[in-house]
T-cell receptor
Framework: AAGVIQSPRHLIKEKRETATLKCYPI?????VYWYQQGPGQDPQFLIS???????DKGSIPDRFSAQQFSDYHSELNMSSLELGDSALYFC??????????????FGPGTRLTVL | AQSVTQLGSHVSVSEGALVLLRCNYS??????LFWYVQYPNQGLQLLLK??????LVKGINGFEAEFKKSETSFHLTKPSAHMSDAAEYFC??????????FGPGTSLSVIP
C-alpha cells in the first residue's frame, strides 16, 4: 500500500539558511500534519492543513511557514535556520472518510541538521 | 485539552517475557488512542488504535492494548518479547480531526 512520502530524507544546512521539506500524502488523503521531533523527545505538532486550508496550528515558529497545494502535497518552509531547528520532521496524512477517519499515517521523516 | 503520560521512560524485559508498557490519558471528550513504535533512526509506525469500538484492540507484531475508561488507561502488552521489539513506543491521543498528542515515549530493551 502507498505510504506517506517525504523528501528529502536528510538535509544539512548552515545557520541562517533556508530549507524546504516536502510531503506527499497517501492518495485520497485530504489532511496533512507536520510534527517536529527533537533528539530524545516526543513528536510535537507544528501545523496542519485540510483541503488546502490551514486547520490547526501548534508550536510552529514564525520563521516557519507551510502550505498545502492543489494536489494535496505540502511543503514546510523554514527560514533563518537555528541550531535548535535540528530535528526529525514528520509529515502525517489522514482522511475524513468515515472508514479511516482519525488515524494519522506518518512518513519516514526528514532529518534536518543545522550546522 | 488532552494529554498522555507513560509510566517508565525505560523498560527492560527478558526475551520471551511479558511486555507491559503503561499509558494513561486525559481527555475531556471521548478520545481516540494510538500506540506508535519507532525503531532507531526510523519513522513512526502505527501499532494499533482504539476508536470506540472494541475495548481490546489487537495490533501488529502480536501487540494488543485494552482501553479502560474507568482507569483512563490504554496499556500495551505482548505475551512474549522478541529481540526485534526493542524500540521506542509512543502512546498518543486525539479527538476527531485533531492533531495527535504524544506521550513522552517508553524505550523498550529486550535482554537475550
Amino acid at each position: 500500500a502507498a505510504g506517506v512520502i517525504q523528501s528529502p530524507r536528510h538535509l544539512i544546512k548552515e545557520k541562517r539558511e533556508t530549507a524546504t521539506l516536502k510531503c506527499y500524502p497517501i492518495p485520497r488523503h485530504d489532511t496533512v500534519y507536520w510534527y517536529q521531533q527533537g533528539p530524545g523527545q516526543d513528536p510535537q505538532f507544528l501545523i496542519s492543513f485540510y483541503e488546502k486550508m490551514q486547520s490547526d496550528k501548534g508550536s510552529i515558529p514564525d520563521r516557519f511557514s507551510a502550505q498545502q497545494f492543489s494536489d494535496y502535497h505540502s511543503e514546510l518552509n523554514m527560514s533563518s535556520l537555528e541550531l535548535g531547528d535540528s530535528a526529525l520532521y514528520f509529515c502525517a496524512s489522514s482522511t475524513r472518510d468515515r472508514e479511516f477517519a482519525d488515524t494519522q499515517y506518518f512518513g519516514p521523516g526528514t532529518r534536518l541538521t543545522v550546522l | 485539552a488532552q494529554s498522555v503520560t507513560q509510566l517508565g521512560s525505560h523498560v527492560s524485559v527478558s526475551e520471551g517475557a511479558l511486555v507491559l508498557l503503561r499509558c494513561n490519558y486525559s481527555s475531556s471528550v471521548p478520545p481516540y488512542l494510538f500506540w506508535y513504535v519507532q525503531y532507531p533512526n526510523q519513522g513512526l509506525q502505527l501499532l494499533l488504535k482504539y476508536t470506540s469500538a472494541a475495548t481490546l484492540v489487537k495490533g501488529i507484531n502480536g501487540f494488543e492494548a485494552e482501553f479502560k475508561k474507568s482507569e483512563t488507561s490504554f496499556h500495551l502488552t505482548k505475551p512474549s518479547a522478541h529481540m526485534s521489539d526493542a524500540a521506542e513506543y509512543f502512546c498518543a491521543v486525539k479527538t476527531s480531526y485533531d492533531k495527535v498528542i504524544f506521550g513522552p515515549g517508553t524505550s523498550l530493551s529486550v535482554i537475550p
